[in-house]
């Protein structure tokens, strides 16, 4: 028979230890809840401080459990919170209010930014040595074969230079070269003409090494210049500074999937843009870096170590360059520039004395 007791909820009723469930209507009698088929017919009751209700987490059907493990289950959760509403219980749960509430946005998104600034500023450069130290030969050789590829087909052509001052410029860079760790066969010459590029050198990460016309008519006469800026070019070289830029312009992602092994469609993405080396900056530190060792290098080659600080001061007189002195440079030929180089030759002279 019908049952005429007060209606809270329509769900459906699970008998204990079993998946069987049944059309059903929670009901108030008292303090006593019931559960009747549609029939009116009992299946479970027992009283309100025995009976075990769930917290509302969203949408999430809410259950409540009888004393004798028999379950009532309905999505009705409005009525549920109106009913314990009533009974002075209240309707929401500590994980539902969190749901609602939506300020928590706010907070994730500065964790989120926060956990992203802590991975680029620890994470990364820890993964970028790693990257570094396992990259086996053949990765600097593609880079810097797509990097040349790129650069010959768009922006580079060949070069004028006559032989005589090709010959001088490649003498003094033997002579460098051949006492740096790589040796003199871990290093390549190429003379090109600049273009849009203009007077400029850079060393790809095998070793190859470009210099432009622009740059020999620059520095005139001077030929112990272009040696000391191929010296600082090695520097780069003998210190990975370009395989640091573009493992930490690759991204987390990216340096993962070199470091694990996986040489799949990323990895490959990585290792063929190569060309893009030349949209990279090199740090302040790795500038300084590559000073240092062009006027160590120049000194243990007897040549003139003061002959990168020329090379900036013609850049700034010649080409009024205050700002970037060439494509994988970040930092110009300065004052404070030139004259850390001068202090750092006094310091290496005083030591040889």
Do not use: C
Request: aromatic share 6%.
């Amino acid at each position: 028979m019908a049952s005429d007791d007060p209606v809270i909820a329509l769900g459906e009723w699970h008998p204990a230890g079993s998946s069987r469930s049944v059309p059903s209507t929670l009901a108030e009698a008292g303090e006593r809840l019931l559960a009747h088929d549609e029939a009116g017919t009992e299946l479970s009751g027992d009283k309100l401080s025995a009976v075990e209700i769930s917290a509302r987490v969203g949408a999430v059907p809410r259950r409540i459990t009888f004393s004798d493990g028999l379950l009532f289950e309905t999505a009705d959760n409005d009525a549920i919170d109106r009913f314990l509403a009533r009974k002075g219980r209240g309707g929401e749960g500590f994980v539902h209010r969190m749901e609602r509430f939506q300020p928590r946005l706010i907070a994730f998104v500065a964790a989120t930014i926060l956990f992203g600034v802590l991975i680029y500023r620890f994470a990364l450069p820890v993964l970028v040595e790693v990257a570094v130290a396992v990259t086996p030969p053949i990765v600097p050789r593609i880079m810097s074969a797509s990097t040349l590829e790129a650069i010959d087909r768009t922006m580079l052509d060949a070069t004028e230079l006559d032989e005589v001052r090709r010959r001088r410029i490649i003498e003094g860079f033997r002579n460098i070269a051949a006492l740096s760790v790589g040796g003199e066969e871990g290093y390549t010459l190429n003379f090109r003409k600049g273009g849009a590029i203009g007077p400029n050198a850079f060393a790809l990460p095998d070793g190859t090494l470009i210099v432009t016309d622009e740059l020999v008519a620059l520095a005139g006469d001077d030929t112990e210049m272009i040696v000391g800026v191929l010296a600082h070019e090695i520097g780069h070289v003998e210190l990975k500074h370009s395989l640091r830029q573009i493992y930490r312009a690759a991204g987390v992602a990216g340096l993962i999937m070199l470091v694990g092994g996986d040489i799949g469609s990323g990895a490959e993405d990585v290792l063929v843009q190569g060309a893009g080396l030349l949209s990279l900056s090199y740090s302040r530190s790795a500038e300084e870096a590559a000073d240092r060792h062009s006027v160590e290098l120049m000194m243990k080659a007897g040549r003139d170590p003061t002959a990168i600080v020329r090379f900036f001061q013609l850049l700034e007189t010649k080409l009024g360059d205050h700002s970037e002195t060439s494509i994988l440079s970040t930092h110009p030929g300065t004052p404070e520039r030139r004259q850390a180089i001068l202090d750092l030759i006094a310091e290496l002279q005083a030591q040889q004395r």
